[in-house]
């Protein structure tokens, strides 16, 4: 290959007795690779200066390295204009990742303030070279229909930090921590993770000396995160998270990840220059005309997602992760950033999108968008493309002001039931474009929406202004955790509410990792820099809140069996909703739905080849009696009770209470289904 290099592949690529290097910068002057020992060493082992007519080619830097490989250290140093008004911050200094690498090595001594010096880069973090070869054992991506989808969003260090958790301290919080609890993961039913960002992140972008806890602050976008390593090895990381991935999928569980491709942790212009930042600021962001930068993310900086060379690292990384890495989708976060363009306005048609989209790579991949970004944009229903399925804020919003009683909500929920074709029936795609939620990482957990009316965010150091003020919450008499019996009672029954009607809708359910066990947050409802017991899984409260979890563990079970759900994953929404022989909405009388706007309750009878479904939300302060349609000669059958304690909440067909009469009292606050015949699951 000869000291010159080749353009690509880019990154750090073993070839032969060397490495072959590769970076992207069109307005640098000079490109120089620096070498590394040790993570903490401030003195690079060597300089390599880059020549500019032999090593350069169409603004790629490029060259080989003979007699290193695998476990190398290195870094980039850029010389250019530093001309912030026009966009360039070069500056013969700063250490940077290399985009495409895919290990990152941190070290100790690392602050995000401190400004490293062209003496010192003992406490910038390196890039490390990564070699081919992993035995994936067979190994491939599951490829579920979205249909028979269940997703379980959390978090890979916080699922198992907690003490409490049983699993031994050298691998508390670690990809191989999470694969001691992948059983808990089967038993409750769910088929896919979601996991919270992995990309290595700079956990010190965080107030004070808070951590940064969820890792919505990349600095790789083909790193996993080295600190999640039982080893603390950026280079160990990557086999590491291949080996959770691997059990995973034997377990039957698909791997999701969150992904940031709209921001990075460099931040404003008061930030660290950590990589894109010094390679060529304006490629990589939006800025405008001063040279100011875009700040859609609410992070500080926006990413350009559609110029041509960010478009490639973004569909590279992507692909990084589904060949190399074997995870199942992806879920998309603020994805209404991607539709941008370099001046920030909105695209008709997204270039990046597209790309997505019809990717042969990704052809088979979850694709999830969070549909709208900080500056108002929002996508919900109108999201690009067909792959691409929505987190559907408009479900949470309406199921959670309907069960708090709020006025003008019954129609929306019904809405929300079937999938809310009011917002995608105009969509020739499944019912699943719907992902259905009532809480996620990103506000309070559902123990604490029924038990905090207001945030309670001053352990952020934000004076409690940051997070969302509309919550659509309750606290039900108490603010925080009561020793009121009633009050205690209603809360649970409220959060059986919220599980049952997330489960039972058409779309794709999306649960919250800890609400199974009424984990609490105290009220936070940002706890994104809460690297603490405020935001791990408390291992202790899975026995204490056992029978909630059974009772989510019913309703998953019971999921499968439902008329609404037994369809194909190709059909429509609207071919689904047409499928069934009767969809009718009834009130307290049979064919009578009271849609006014004072109106708290709702009943859905669903009839298909294969049974009978009776669905009666009684959202109102007071007891309710409901008549009830004829079942056929099989009976009804109570299979859900809210308002009943474990384990009559939920009862399989053979146990289910039978409901001969033509009516049924349904309690304040509670859901009832009744079934006249299910298949088997």
């Not at 039900?476 to 509410?497: F, M, T, W």
């Not at 066990?517 to 408390?538: K, L, M, P, V």
Request: net charge negative; proline share 5%.
């Amino acid at each position: 290959m000869g000291e010159h290099g080749a353009s690509y592949p880019l990154g750090a690529s073993v070839r032969g007795s060397g490495v072959n290097f590769s970076v992207f910068s069109e307005h640098a002057d000079a490109v120089e690779l620096l070498l590394f020992d040790a993570p903490g060493d401030a003195a690079p082992s060597r300089v390599v200066e880059l020549d500019h007519d032999t090593q350069e080619t169409a603004h790629y830097w490029h060259c080989f390295i003979e007699d290193i490989g695998p476990g190398q250290l290195y870094g980039w140093r850029t010389y250019g204009p530093f001309e912030p008004s026009i966009g360039h911050r070069f500056d013969g200094v700063s250490l940077l990742l290399d985009p495409y690498t895919r290990a990152v090595a941190n070290t100790a001594h690392y602050q995000r303030a401190r400004r490293p010096t062209a003496n010192d880069y003992s406490a910038s973090m390196k890039s490390v070279v990564h070699g081919d070869g992993y035995d994936w054992q067979g190994d491939a991506p599951l490829a579920r229909p979205f249909s028979q989808t269940v997703i379980y969003e959390m978090h890979v260090a916080g699922f198992t930090k907690h003490p409490s958790s049983g699993v031994e301290d050298g691998i508390r919080g670690t990809y191989r921590g999470l694969i001691e609890k992948i059983p808990y993961l089967v038993d409750l039913g769910v088929t896919a993770v979601e996991l919270l960002p992995v990309f290595q992140f700079d956990a010190r972008d965080a107030p004070g000396k808070l951590d940064n806890y969820w890792g919505y602050s990349p600095i790789s976008f083909f790193a996993p995160h080295g600190a999640h390593s039982a080893s603390g090895d950026g280079l160990a990381a990557v086999d590491e998270f291949r080996d959770m991935v691997r059990a995973l999928h034997s377990a039957g569980l698909e791997v999701i990840l969150d992904v940031v491709y709209n921001h990075t942790a460099e931040g404003d212009h008061r930030g660290p220059t950590q990589s894109l930042r010094g390679l060529d600021n304006q490629t990589y962001y939006i800025l405008d005309a001063k040279g100011r930068y875009a700040n859609y993310s609410g992070c500080g900086n926006t990413v350009n997602a559609n110029a041509a060379v960010v478009r490639r690292l973004i569909l590279d990384s992507l692909r990084y992760w589904v060949r190399e890495m074997h995870v199942d989708g992806f879920r998309f976060d603020l994805a209404s950033i991607l539709a941008r363009d370099s001046d920030g306005e909105p695209m008709s048609s997204p270039p990046l999108l597209w790309d997505i989209e019809t990717d042969p790579v990704l052809a088979r991949t979850k694709l999830i968008a969070e549909a709208w970004d900080a500056a108002g944009l929002y996508q919900v229903g109108d999201f690009f493309g067909h792959h691409y399925k929505e987190w559907n804020g408009k479900f949470r919003d309406d199921v959670r002001g309907f069960f708090r009683g709020d006025n003008g909500t019954v129609r929306q929920v019904a809405q929300r039931v079937i999938g809310s074709p009011d917002v995608y029936g105009h969509r020739d795609g499944s019912p699943e474009r719907s992902v259905n939620f009532v809480t996620s990482h990103d506000g309070f957990t559902m123990n604490d929406l029924v038990s905090y009316s207001t945030k309670h965010n001053a352990a952020n150091g934000e004076g409690n202004r940051d997070g969302d003020n509309h919550n659509l919450s309750a606290n039900y008499g108490e603010e925080g955790p009561s020793s009121d019996p009633a009050i205690e009672r209603l809360r649970e029954q409220q959060i059986r509410n919220f599980f049952t009607i997330t489960l039972v809708s058409l779309g794709a359910p999306m649960l919250l990792m800890g609400d199974e066990i009424r984990r609490t947050q105290h009220g936070n409802n940002n706890a994104y820099c809460q690297d603490n017991e405020t935001s791990w899984f408390d291992w202790s409260q899975v026995e204490t809140h056992g029978g909630l979890r059974r009772f989510v563990r019913e309703l998953i079970r019971l999921r499968r069996s439902l008329v609404m759900h037994q369809h194909r994953g190709d059909r429509t929404l609207r071919s689904v909703l047409k499928s069934a022989t009767v969809l009718q909405w009834h009130g307290t009388q049979l064919g009578r739905p009271d849609w006014a706007g004072h109106s708290h309750s709702i009943a859905m009878e669903s009839r298909g080849p294969s049974g009978v479904f009776y669905l009666i939300m009684n959202a109102f302060s007071g007891s309710l009696t409901f008549e009830l349609p004829d079942p056929g000669p099989a009976g009804w059958r109570r299979l859900v009770d809210t308002s009943c304690a474990s384990p009559a909440d939920i009862c399989n067909w053979a146990d289910a209470p039978v409901v001969t009469a033509s009516s049924l009292e349904v309690p304040a606050h509670s859901v009832t289904i009744l079934a006249a015949a299910i298949s088997p699951t």
